[in-house]
């Protein structure tokens, strides 16, 4: 199955907005390759530490123009590329914030985030444990999902950075409900399906086999399911919903875990993937990779992720538009 992403662009240029991420890791560098390839289609708004990008500055002809709006939050004496430090996380997090400004100030129209290093902006005093949580509670957002997406799957998350010990008791019917229901409105209104074919996965082997293997499914998914007013299909072995998936049968799928969607993602392509959030009144997508700390300011990270990222959010965007 090939999902089709390609935006169709209208002639007044969307705005997009794109966030650095960890200043140490491979954001400035993935952003100065994407804008090759995207080049007079769309007008950006780069946020980051202009000196830093300086390092990494597209000279081609024919690059789009792109405002850069520079923080200056980085210390010039001692900058290192591919370093943990609490000063880069709460960089990271300030970029961020400047995006939702210009959000709010309708200064850009959607944004794409470069990955910030969890463990960067946990040493910063950054409590949240990524982007999704904390762009839901900084724009009051009620509900937020992270969907993930690439050439072939779409997979929402029922939970997302979670020990597997916490993962069980963060399950609740409410949870069930609410993250399938804002996953049928975000297949609708984003990506024009009129009628989405949801599956949800089980969280035990062999969906629990009529409760043998747990008890998640008896006493959790599959009452939640039943209180919908769409239809949904589960819950399934998660290898057996994800493999229909993957053969068309579903336009997404239901995970329960953070690995559980990341590793059939990842196999079935392990550069192009996108981070969606659902439940924002704004478009955001992400790279579905990290900071890359092992390879930052040596000029060997893809751009492939990030640029699809942006497709993702040209045509979500132009989509809600139409909707």
Do not use: W
């Not at 949904?232 to 072995?237: A, D, F, H, I, Y």
């Not at 493999?243 to 559980?260: C, E, L, N, P, T």
Request: net charge positive; glycine share 8%.
């Amino acid at each position: 199955m090939t999902l089709n992403r390609k935006p169709i662009l209208k002639s007044t240029k969307l705005r997009v907005g794109i966030t650095f991420g960890d200043p140490s890791g491979i954001g400035p560098e993935i952003i100065a390759k994407a804008l090759e390839h995207v080049a007079g289609r769309v007008n950006f708004t780069i946020i980051g530490d202009k000196r830093i990008f300086d390092y990494y500055k597209p000279s081609s002809p024919g690059l789009p123009d792109y405002k850069f709006i520079d923080l200056n939050n980085v210390e010039r004496n001692n900058f290192c590329f591919g370093k943990v430090r609490a000063e880069y996380g709460k960089a990271s997090i300030e970029y961020l914030d400047k995006a939702l400004g210009l959000i709010k100030e309708k200064e850009i129209d959607c944004l794409v985030t470069c990955p910030i290093s969890k463990e960067a902006t946990g040493l910063s005093g950054f409590t949240h444990a990524g982007h999704t949580g904390y762009l839901a509670q900084k724009t009051g957002s009620a509900f937020a999902v992270m969907m993930l997406v690439n050439k072939s799957l779409r997979m929402a998350l029922l939970t997302q950075h979670l020990a597997l010990n916490d993962v069980t008791r963060s399950l609740n019917q409410r949870l069930v409900v609410k993250t399938i229901e804002l996953t049928n409105f975000g297949l609708k209104q984003l990506f024009r399906i009129n009628k989405p074919r949801i599956v949800v996965c089980a969280l035990n082997p062999h969906a629990s086999d009529n409760g043998l293997i747990g008890n998640e499914e008896r006493l959790i998914l599959k009452p939640a399911l039943k209180r919908l007013k769409i239809s949904v299909s589960g819950p399934e072995s998660a290898d057996i919903a994800i493999s229909k998936a993957y053969r068309g049968d579903y336009d997404a799928v239901i995970a329960i875990y953070h690995d559980q969607a990341l590793i059939p993602l990842k196999l079935v392509d392990d550069r192009g993937g996108v981070n969606l959030t659902l439940g924002l009144d704004f478009i955001r997508t992400s790279p579905l990779h990290g900071t890359a700390f092992d390879i930052a300011g040596k000029n060997k990270a893809s751009p492939v992720s990030l640029i699809e990222a942006i497709e993702l959010a040209i045509k979500c965007t132009l989509n809600r538009r139409r909707a």
